[in-house]
């Protein structure tokens, strides 16, 4: 059974950045489009980057578009998100989710997701 485990999330400054890590085991990762979402304190859980299971296919939130890059490397069943310009709005924890049969756009905009991770806490604030 797929599980996830998110790292990399942490403390930084406005205008920095960061790396997160989502690790799978269990299953081979190349199957599932995996997805970033976000979830900010008394906010709904949205969906900040996609990408398909062989990274033919992304998709940001226009919050993040040319801030943030989703990328996977199947090799090493690892997915990241590089976050670039970090503002304070984006603190929040941050979950990678797999899904299995549903394009990056449904995944992200419709959370369809089959596994969730733990979650990892990014704090931007000076």
């Known amino acids: 059974q797929l599980q996830l485990v998110e790292s990399g999330g942490g403390l930084v400054q406005p205008g920095g950045s960061l790396r997160l890590s989502c690790a799978a085991s269990?299953?081979?990762?190349?199957?599932?489009?995996i997805g970033w979402f976000r979830q900010a304190p008394g906010k709904e859980r949205e969906g900040v980057a996609c990408i398909s299971g062989r990274a033919y296919a992304t998709y940001y939130a226009d919050s993040v578009k040319g801030r943030f890059t989703i990328s996977r490397d199947n090799d090493k069943n690892t997915v990241f998100l590089q976050m670039n310009s970090l503002k304070p709005v984006a603190t929040a924890v941050y979950y990678c989710?797999?899904?299995?049969?549903?394009?990056?756009?449904?995944?992200?905009?419709?959370?369809?997701?089959?596994?969730w991770g733990q979650g990892t806490q990014v704090t931007v604030s000076s």
């Open positions: 989710a797999a899904g299995l049969g549903v394009t990056v756009a449904a995944m992200c905009v419709q959370r369809s997701v089959d596994v």
């Open positions: 269990g299953s081979t990762l190349e199957n599932y489009p």
